[in-house]
């Protein structure tokens, strides 16, 4: 008796949007729940707490976002530009807070 397992067809598209997941998705949901947590008008235990939990309903959002654009590359330049705007709005956050 032979089993026949259907081949699985990983195609560049899939491959593509997964890679820019794991790469650009998960820091740009962590620089975001950080600044998050830094704005949360909470004790810092329980805004950090909020804002993790806030992460989780991100980050799914952004991977059901990733697959509903239709290329990959709109997914790479708008990842990046947020990247960037997060990036730039937590180092502005952190210079800020420094001065108080």
């Given at each position: 008796m032979q089993i026949n397992f259907p081949k699985l067809a990983l195609n560049k598209?899939?491959?593509?949007?997964?890679?820019?997941i794991v790469v650009f998705g998960y820091p740009l949901?962590?620089?975001?729940?950080?600044?998050?947590?830094?704005?949360?008008?909470?004790?810092?235990?329980?805004?950090?707490?909020?804002?993790?939990?806030?992460?989780?309903?991100?980050y799914t959002a952004y991977i059901m976002w990733a697959f509903a654009l239709k290329t990959w590359q709109q997914l790479l330049r708008v990842s990046v530009l947020l990247l960037m705007a997060t990036g730039l709005i937590s180092g502005a956050l952190m210079w800020g807070m420094q001065r108080v």
């Open positions: 598209e899939v491959v593509s949007r997964l890679l820019i949901v962590m620089a975001t729940s950080i600044v998050i947590s830094y704005c949360l008008p909470l004790s810092k235990p329980d805004s950090v707490a909020a804002a993790s939990m806030l992460s989780f309903v991100l």
